[in-house]
């Protein structure tokens, strides 16, 4: 190798010595979400959309407006099924240490469930997670879809980060550069020994004809991809061995405008 390539070899491994760092150094305290799902009770599926609807968003947008946390999003699901949860609620921090405001809320409001809401629903899960990736290219309107995907990471935490940066968001950028993805958020369980899942992907669709799309965008992408990225490419070669899809649950936004 000549003297020139050998120093940008070292000046970019350096670099990403660095840049890892400082990504652990922000982590410390950094940007945290507590994602929590629901089950209502039998027959009560409908009391408590209306009540979560009614009583639990405003009273979520206090505590926003409050300071508690920076934002969020309640999800409930679209299809009534017992193997799904009934709602999700994902609470994002800016810092890690934020969430000692959210533990006084839980001694009076479990899960954030307003009081006509705890004789009826039930806080089923609640995990912390770090933020790999998120971007937003719309806002969320009353015609957003949202997709929920659960993983389990079958590898250390470096490898599946990189994957989901070189794998996972690159397909979602070019769904939202086509119209058809408004945003889209990548979580990484902070302690998933024996949680429901490892990694928690929300992706939010325009509409339910982009919803429908869905299949036929991704595959055109994929092939897009395969044929111009050789990275992307060999990590979509390896995806079975990095991670096992678990569930894949389609919501709607409580919360919309």
């Keep these: 190798m000549k003297p020139g390539k ?47 609807s009614t009583e639990g968003v405003p009273q979520l947008e206090r505590w926003r407006k409050a300071g508690v946390f920076a934002s969020y999003q309640a999800l409930f699901t679209a299809y009534a099924a017992d193997s799904e949860p009934d709602m999700f609620l994902v609470v994002r921090f800016n810092h890690f240490t934020d969430l000692a405001r959210w533990q006084k809320i839980e001694q009076s409001f479990p899960g954030g469930l307003p009081a006509d809401a705890q004789s009826i629903a039930s806080v089923e899960t609640s995990a912390s997670a770090d933020i790999i990736k998120e971007n937003s290219s719309a806002p969320t309107t009353k015609d957003s879809q949202f997709f929920v995907l659960e993983y389990d990471v079958l590898v250390d935490v470096p490898k599946y980060t990189d994957y989901v940066v070189a794998y996972a968001t690159p397909q979602f950028d070019e769904w939202e550069k086509v119209g058809a993805l408004s945003s889209y958020a990548c979580y990484l369980n902070q302690n998933p020994a024996g949680a429901p899942w490892s990694s928690f992907i929300l992706l939010e669709y325009k509409d339910i004809a982009s919803l429908a799309a869905r299949e036929q965008i991704k595959d055109k992408t994929r092939a897009d991809l395969a044929a111009s990225n050789l990275s992307w490419k060999k990590w979509s070669e390896d995806k079975t061995a990095i991670r096992k899809e678990k569930a894949a649950i389609p919501v709607l936004a409580l919360n919309q405008p």
């Design 6 to 52: 050998t120093l940008i070899a070292f000046s970019a491994a350096a670099l990403v010595v660095v840049t890892q760092s400082a990504l652990a150094q922000a982590k410390t305290d950094g940007p945290t979400v507590l994602i929590a799902t629901y089950r209502a009770r039998a027959g009560m599926r409908v009391k408590f959309r209306s009540i979560m």
